[in-house]
């Protein structure tokens, strides 16, 4: 069974809640966010913007196709995204097939088609020190082809295909690595198949047998066939290691790089570790699931500090979803650190004892999650991400609303956008944000390589009639709420307890002011004044439920960051 070593939790996960004056671009910006510019390409856009932490404008890009999902700022200031292009076979979610690259000055200095009839790329890719680019994609295995391969349900597949590419000019490439998941298999059914065994004796093979296909179209109309639906992939430098994720499994895999490619069809290639589900390859059961159609693993490495001081080039962030949690959906972003071990029988992670069918990968723990309680109030069923921030914040993308928020180590919230463009446009400032989902966003230090020589002068918001406000990136001491500066002196001396509260509650500051309790849909429910010292509120009037607590001075500025509060 696994457990959680270390859990952080905060009262200050905002809600999606929006005032008349401010629903999308920036709704809040503290002295104690990281400093940098985030890179934001909505899932349905064409345009990707680069923007401050003020939420305005430092360079944008336009595409003919819409985001493939996933979008990185290389070193040489260059934008590498993906692109989404039809097909009459992979329909599945998170479909991509193009890959471009653009200059800085936005010009299209590279791309490449991996959309056909056998193999489509999707989600995701991964950028190599050399200027090879793996893509992470699905390959068509038809119906006789899994029966042959000892699956015992029904259909075609597509299970997960990894291919390098060196690029070539301004257009295309030449494949000169390849792994498929369909070399690694394992069936504990048909003994008269070459790939027979146990799947709990062969822990680095997939389990022919093990999930149901979901989602997308196959020919003739089926449906179905998305079998691992994976959907990141990241590289290791240091170990040449690559991370692949699969939401349906729920659970991420990582494979050695550093082999040819007959070598990586073969023993070589199965997988030298995996985490997460261990019901998968036999060694667990329903209960010993951590992750439920989680995103984004990767090695912290340069990113910043880990949760308990480890060693970050061994340390994996995940955002785990939360879809089909038990006790209700709920998302939390964790931390667990990977049993390195290069005297291992693999040469890098402690493999669960062979003659131990109960052991699983290690850790049985994790070293960081956040929120404590999981629940509706911070959930995205799919995509989204998490960054960490090299002064130890946590970058959060709440993908399905396009909520992007920094918090602390503590769980303070320190800064909070709205993702403020989509396909048809930027959005209309005041206008409910719509379509503006955002498969992840990502943070770079001013002193990135990217930006060398560049002029970096911002310009307006992303959004459409942008309201007016004052907005200094750190270290001035000074937040971008919509309508004012924030007293830092106050900013965190101000308590609320107990929290959850039943009838009422306490609210101790440290000057006079107001408080307020607004529900999910931003609507005011309750409020009241404040003078110096403890105040009692009350709040028997209103619906059990999750809340957000303000606290405002007595010239009507906001004193700290709102609070989640929970009322009985």
Not at 3 to 19: G, P, V
Request: charged letters at 15%.
């Amino acid at each position: 069974m696994m457990h959680l070593k270390l859990i952080l939790t905060s009262l200050t996960l905002s809600l999606c809640l929006f005032s008349n004056a401010q629903t999308v671009g920036l709704l809040l910006n503290t002295p104690e966010a990281f400093d940098g510019y985030t890179l934001v390409a909505p899932t349905g856009a064409t345009r990707t913007h680069l923007v401050d932490n003020c939420g305005r404008i430092i360079n944008e890009w336009d595409s003919n196709y819409r985001a493939g999902e996933s979008a990185y700022l290389l070193e040489d200031g260059s934008l590498l995204r993906t692109c989404r292009v039809s097909s009459n076979v992979f329909n599945g979610g998170g479909i991509g097939g193009r890959i471009e690259r653009f200059s800085w000055e936005g010009d299209l200095i590279w791309s490449y088609n991996m959309a056909n009839d056998n193999r489509h790329h999707h989600h995701d890719m991964a950028w190599l020190p050399n200027g090879h680019v793996v893509l992470m994609g699905w390959e068509y295995r038809s119906a006789e082809e899994a029966e042959s391969a000892g699956r015992q349900i029904e259909g075609a597949v597509w299970p997960p295909i990894l291919v390098e590419i060196s690029p070539s000019g301004n257009e295309g490439g030449s494949i000169v690595w390849e792994w498929r998941a369909w070399d690694h298999l394992i069936q504990n059914t048909n003994p008269s198949l070459p790939n027979y065994g146990e799947p709990s004796e062969h822990v680095g093979r997939f389990d022919v047998n093990y999930g149901s296909s979901s989602g997308g179209g196959l020919p003739g109309g089926q449906s179905g066939g998305d079998w691992f639906h994976c959907n990141a992939l990241t590289y290791h430098p240091e170990h040449d290691l690559l991370m692949l994720n699969s939401r349906n499994w729920n659970e991420f895999y990582i494979i050695d790089h550093d082999l040819s490619s007959a070598a990586a069809s073969g023993p070589e290639g199965d997988l030298l570790y995996r985490w997460g589900n261990p019901e998968t390859y036999g060694r667990g059961v329903a209960s010993d699931r951590v992750f439920f159609g989680q995103h984004d693993p990767h090695w912290l490495l340069d990113e910043g500090p880990t949760a308990l001081g480890g060693n970050p080039n061994h340390t994996v962030l995940v955002y785990n979803n939360g879809d089909g949690r038990p006790g209700g959906n709920g998302s939390t972003v964790d931390e667990l650190t990977l049993p390195w071990d290069p005297s291992s029988e693999n040469g890098h992670f402690t493999m669960p004892a062979a003659q131990d069918s109960d052991a699983a990968f290690g850790p049985e723990e994790l070293d960081w999650s956040w929120p404590e309680n999981p629940g509706a109030s911070f959930y995205s069923s799919k995509i989204s991400g998490s960054q960490r921030q090299p002064n130890g914040n946590t970058l959060i993308c709440e993908g399905a609303s396009g909520h992007l928020f920094e918090i602390t180590t503590d769980g303070d919230l320190v800064w909070e956008y709205f993702t403020a463009y989509n396909q048809f446009g930027a959005i209309n400032q005041g206008d409910a944000p719509f379509a503006n989902s955002t498969f992840r966003a990502y943070r770079y230090a001013p002193n990135h390589p990217a930006f060398d020589g560049r002029d970096m002068t911002p310009g307006e918001p992303v959004e459409a009639n942008p309201a007016p406000f004052d907005c200094v990136v750190y270290p001035a001491p000074q937040d971008t709420t919509s309508s004012s500066l924030q007293d830092i002196s106050s900013a965190h001396h101000w308590t609320a307890y107990p929290n959850p509260s039943t009838e009422q509650f306490t609210v101790d500051v440290p000057q006079a002011g107001s408080w307020s309790l607004s529900d999910g849909m931003g609507r005011a429910t309750a409020s009241g004044n404040l003078l110096i010292g403890k105040n009692l509120c009350r709040s028997n009037h209103i619906p059990p439920g999750m809340y957000v607590l303000r606290i405002r001075n007595s010239e009507g500025r906001p004193m700290g960051s709102p609070r989640l509060h929970i009322i009985r």
